[in-house]
């Protein structure tokens, strides 16, 4: 089966841009995760979708991000404006069923540079 | 608040040594903790966790509560175990994820 898709892979744009991330979760798979690695810092979660319905986004830093799920399908996450503190890698998982213990596949992450 | 801690940034052994990657966390209640693995230009995988008790490419953790340390272990370090390595906490049903800082290993020959 396809595993977890991200892209693009690598992003570089100009502070106060947008961007538009990307996640195509693996087939059948409710759960869908977002988490960042900030240069030098832990990964950090971010919003938790079960099909399309936000199911836990305390983790998300500001406005200035959007996470959509539209369909249950694909994720995207948007940050406009971008800032120079939102560089490093985003990830996207999924699962089949909630909690950690049902199998959550990573994807292989988006570098965002913000310069 | 949950955190977790993994002191090392870097840890370099040389093969055949025995490894540690040393792992704490804070939490109240009972927690089921992770390792996950991120090899060279491969995506992050979990390698174990707590709750299974098993030994994966040779790697085991024991959850002490009483320390509060999932620390992971090896005896015989190899050179494809070099990896950033990542200790998680889980302390809900949500399958929220909280992340050590992660410690790149490195396996010298």
């Known amino acids: 089966e396809a595993g977890v898709t991200q892209f693009p892979s690598h992003s570089v744009i100009e502070k106060g841009q947008t961007v538009t991330l990307r996640c195509d979760p693996i087939?059948?798979?409710?759960?869908l995760y977002w988490y960042r690695r900030v240069m030098g810092k832990e990964i950090k979660f971010l919003l938790h979708?079960?099909?399309?319905?936000?199911?836990?986004e305390s983790g998300m830093p500001n406005n200035r991000f959007l996470a959509e799920r539209t369909g249950g399908t694909y994720s995207t996450l948007k940050v406009q404006p971008a800032e120079l503190e939102d560089s490093g890698v985003y990830f996207c998982?999924?699962?089949?069923?909630?909690?950690?213990?049902?199998?959550?596949?990573f994807g292989s992450g988006t570098r965002l540079t913000v310069v | 608040a949950q955190r977790v801690t993994q002191p090392e940034k870097l840890l370099s052994v040389f093969k055949g040594a025995p490894v540690e990657l040393k792992c704490n966390y804070s939490y109240s209640g009972s927690p089921e903790l992770f390792w996950y693995v991120q090899y060279s230009r491969q995506r992050l995988q979990l390698l174990l966790r707590h709750i299974s008790r098993e030994s994966i490419k040779g790697f085991t953790a024991d959850l002490n509560k009483g320390e509060t340390s999932f620390h992971l272990k090896k005896p015989f370090a190899q050179e494809e175990d070099s990896a950033m390595y990542y200790c998680a906490l889980s302390y809900n049903q949500g399958g929220k994820l909280i992340f050590g800082q992660g410690t790149e290993l490195s396996v010298k020959p």
């Open positions: 087939s059948g798979h409710d759960n």
């Open positions: 979708f079960v099909k399309e319905s936000k199911q836990d």
């Open positions: 998982a999924s699962s089949q069923e909630q909690g950690v213990d049902y199998g959550y596949t």
